[in-house]
């Protein structure tokens, strides 16, 4: 492909909103996803409903028709695959990116199938590769899963569900629905209050009504073959008989991946990337954030609704750049 303007990394709603828009304005560039189109909406449970009605996650002003006002996970996948196909956008899928370096301002950008080098590079990897890990015994064993997929696969079974937020709450309702015996174990006093608003009452009614059971400011101390170990925060420890664990406590960035990059992380508990908010470059220069990954360990603070406008300032920014290079 030669030296392109923007190699960008990840597939994701907004990184092909990145291309979509360099693609417009007349920049030579490539997206390099390590999966298919949209990896991680791909991953998310199969009848997941997004929180933002559907006109809130376009790109580029692309009409999102979806059947309801909040779109389902199929319905996504439909839109951004059709955005990506009918515009023809140069994307790599099934090739990660593994390294980048920077050398006489170019960036040689080395991928699992190639080689690629770029005037700059646009990191959009979000954060839905690297589990919050409970970090307590018997994790790794093959009944826990920190990613929910399809309630039917737990009909009849004794599932715990760990977390208060919209995953775990969404996994707990439908798992229960389809049959399961669902514990829910909460680390703080409360069903979280970013739960979306129409779900929230439901899963309060059903522990209230006792046909789901919460354990609150409880958390997991050990995990065994057909048990479950929890603690609360008097020290108090209970055992439960359990056949399945789904460890829905969070995603996180890949961290070493932007240190890898040069990009300076702070120190403290948010680990929140360096970048200018006005043009999304990092303290690296020709080197971007976009899109969810700009959060650091604050997950919740970026979505696609606020971030789908990532593409247009990086952009922007880059043309200002080669016209002030070459007037
Ligand atoms: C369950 C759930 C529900 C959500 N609901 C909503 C909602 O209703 N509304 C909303 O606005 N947002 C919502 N979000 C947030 C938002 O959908 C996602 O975070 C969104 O996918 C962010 O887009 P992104 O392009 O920044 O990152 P992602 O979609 O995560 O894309 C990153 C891409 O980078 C790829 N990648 C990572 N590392 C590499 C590498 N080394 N080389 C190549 N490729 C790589 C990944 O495979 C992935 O495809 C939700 C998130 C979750 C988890």
């Known amino acids: 492909m030669g030296l392109l303007d923007i190699a960008i990394i990840g597939g994701g709603p907004i990184g092909i ?28 449970p199969a009848n ?22 909040k779109p389902k996970r199929d319905e996504a996948l439909e839109y951004y695959r059709r955005i990506v196909t009918s515009n023809k956008l140069n994307i790599q899928l099934f090739e990660k990116v593994l390294e980048v370096q920077k050398a006489n301002d170019i960036f040689h950008v080395r991928t699992s199938k190639g080689q690629y080098q770029a005037n700059h590079v646009i990191v959009a ?9 409970l970090n307590v ?12 997929d399809n309630p039917h696969y737990y009909a009849g079974q004794k599932v715990a569900v760990v977390g208060a937020s919209n995953s775990a709450i969404d996994a707990a309702l439908e798992c229960w629905r389809k049959g399961a015996e669902v ?22 009614n059903r522990i209230e009504e006792g046909r789901i059971t919460a354990f609150y400011n409880s958390t997991v101390k050990a995990i065994h073959e057909d048990t479950l170990e929890i603690t609360n925060e008097k020290g108090e420890t209970k055992t439960i008989p359990n056949d399945f664990v789904l460890a829905l406590t969070g ?20 680990r929140l990337p360096e970048y200018d908010p ?12 976009a899109g969810v990954i700009c959060g650091g360990m604050e997950t919740h603070k970026w979505f696609i609704e606020n971030s789908r406008i990532h593409a247009k300032m990086i952009v922007a920014h880059i043309l200002d750049k080669n016209q002030k290079r070459h007037p």
Not at 17 to 44: D, H, M, R, T, W
Not at 125 to 133: A, E, V
């Open 17 to 44: 909103a990145c291309g979509l828009e360099a693609q417009k304005k007349g920049l030579s560039y490539v997206i390099l996803e390590k999966g298919p189109i949209v990896n991680s909406l791909f991953n998310y």
């Open 183 to 204: 514990t829910l174990i909460i680390r703080g006093t409360e069903v979280g209050q970013r739960v979306k608003y129409w779900v929230r009452p439901d899963i309060i």
């Open 48 to 69: 997941m409903q997004f929180f933002s009605s559907s006109e809130r996650l376009e790109i580029d002003d692309i009409p999102f028709i979806s059947k309801e006002a």
């Open 137 to 148: 015994p018997g994790e790794d064993l093959p009944k826990v899963s920190h990613y929910y």
């Open 125 to 133: 990897t979000g954060f839905y590769d690297i589990p919050n890990l």
């Open 278 to 289: 006005e043009t999304m470059e990092t303290n690296v220069e020709n080197l971007y954030l």
């Open 251 to 270: 995603y996180k960035p890949n961290f070493q991946f932007l240190e890898m990059l040069g990009i300076h992380i702070t120190k403290d508990e948010k």
